[in-house]
């Protein structure tokens, strides 16, 4: 069974400065690896879907894949308050449509 | 553009009764519907797959029984708990894709709060 792990749990960044979150998972077979976000009380907004090792850029976030190292990371640029949110690192599994999440990271961005 | 709609988005019934969720897709056809919840405090967990035309899965810890779902065509399903406690609070997300490996589209959520 595929365990995505995500860390830190917590992350206070100011406005302007890089946010990087982090995401381990035990199988490396998977093709696909996503990072979704979750704002308070609301549903999921996916932000980049990436499916080969390297760098996926989708505007201001950008991840970052390491199947070798079972290890996919997302980078947001010049994070805004509007950004502060709970991520979610998901890898999809051996079932279609089957998507394994990480616990979350909540990002805080301060003004 | 393809949109997942879910009603209601937030429910609340007494311990013990029971509430029926649905998720609509709009703009493709939803072959395959996957429902997850997200407990307080918890991740998203898989709950079960349902692919028109064929069984549905349920997870571990999932049964038919408490989470009977349907899913009768390519745009609509529905999901039932029954006699729901106060573990069965969180949200409930579904999320739709057409058949392979298309992209999956998830829906806003239903909010369950067990009194």
């Known amino acids: 069974q595929q365990k995505v792990q995500q860390s830190p749990e917590s992350l206070t960044v100011s406005e302007g400065a890089m946010a990087s979150l982090n995401c381990t998972f035990s199988?490396?077979?998977?093709?696909?690896f996503r990072w979704y976000r979750q704002h308070s009380g609301k549903g999921l907004e996916m932000l980049v879907s990436?499916?080969?090792?390297g760098e996926k850029e989708e505007g201001r976030f950008t991840a970052h894949l390491n199947r070798a190292s079972l290890h996919v990371s997302l980078h947001i640029r010049e994070p805004q308050p509007s950004d502060s949110a709970v991520y979610l690192c998901?890898?999809?599994?051996?079932?279609?449509?089957?998507?394994?999440f990480g616990a979350g990271t909540q990002l805080i961005v301060i003004p | 553009g393809a949109l997942v709609y879910q009603y209601p988005r937030r429910t609340i019934c007494k311990s013990g009764t029971s509430m029926r969720m649905e998720c609509q897709a709009v703009?493709?056809?939803?072959?395959?519907v996957a429902w997850y919840r997200q407990s307080p405090q918890k991740t998203f967990e898989l709950i079960a797959l349902?692919?028109?035309?064929?069984?549905?899965?349920?997870e571990q810890n999932f049964t038919q029984e408490k989470f009977p779902i349907s899913h009768p065509n390519l745009s609509f399903s529905s999901m039932t708990v029954l006699n729901a406690y106060l573990e069965d609070r969180g949200l409930y997300l579904c999320?739709?894709?057409?058949?392979?490996?298309?992209?999956?589209?998830f829906g806003p959520g239903t909010r369950l709060t067990v009194l």
């Open positions: 998901a890898v999809r599994g051996s079932a279609l449509g089957r998507l394994h």
């Open positions: 199988d490396g077979t998977s093709d696909n």
């Open positions: 990436i499916f080969s090792d």
């Open positions: 703009g493709f056809q939803a072959t395959s």
């Open positions: 349902s692919t028109v035309n064929s069984a549905i899965k349920y």
């Open positions: 999320g739709a894709r057409t058949g392979g490996y298309a992209e999956q589209f």
